[in-house]
């Protein structure tokens, strides 16, 4: 497995692109061998720094495993918000939201539900947990704003909650062993439920 890892750029005393420098350490690891390979000295030699320093940063794997899925839900959002203010109808910001979302469960959905290890006894360091939640928040808003800019009238949480549900079950069944028992391939699924979808809400 080869990795790249972080050169001697980044200045002594700059935390903030120390903590960029070690979430793109991990975030590499997550993406070539899954949650097992997130090893904490693998981290810190990817970001060219010790493993004392990492820890200065991220007190257990799993704060970090959430700091880098958090980073992933804020680019996630970005891309969404831009595809989401040109889309010309609905079925066009379901399809980039499923299809952005499909993405990232590859690598983070079928290790961990984020936001259940939030709820583990012990929980996350503070300043981990509230990054989570302010970009999950973020995500769901833009979402949210994109149905009714399609001119959804109704309740924006009970649409969410159909809608989200549906997107992470269409990721989960086409990026782990159930895709193997379906027919239907990813382009013709997420379509239809775009369509389906749109016609129940009363926004095609």
């Known amino acids: 497995m080869s990795r790249t890892t972080a050169t001697n750029a980044t200045r002594w005393g700059d935390r903030d692109q120390r903590r960029i420098d070690i979430l793109l350490a991990g975030e590499e690891l997550l993406r070539d061998g899954g949650y097992a390979a997130l090893r904490m000295r693998d981290v810190a030699d990817g970001a060219g720094i010790s493993l004392g320093t990492v820890y200065t940063y991220f007190a257990t794997k799993e704060d970090l495993f959430i700091g880098i899925f958090a980073e992933n839900v804020v680019r996630l959002t970005g891309k969404l918000r831009r595809q989401i203010e040109t889309a010309s109808d609905f079925a066009e910001v379901f399809i ?69 549900s549906t997107v992470t079950g269409l990721a989960n069944h086409y990026t782990t062993a159930r895709q193997e028992f379906l027919t239907v391939p990813w382009e013709d699924a997420v379509a239809f439920a775009a369509e389906s979808l749109g016609r129940s809400l009363d926004v095609n």
């Open 96 to 164: 980039a939201t499923a299809t952005q979302y499909r993405e990232q469960y590859q690598v983070f959905g079928r290790q961990f539900d984020a936001l259940g290890l939030v709820q583990e006894s012990g929980g996350l360091q503070p300043a981990v947990e509230q990054r989570l939640r302010a970009a999950t928040a973020d995500l769901v808003a833009t979402l949210g704003r994109g149905l009714i800019d399609q001119g959804y009238e109704g309740d924006v949480g009970l649409a969410m909650t159909l809608l989200w």
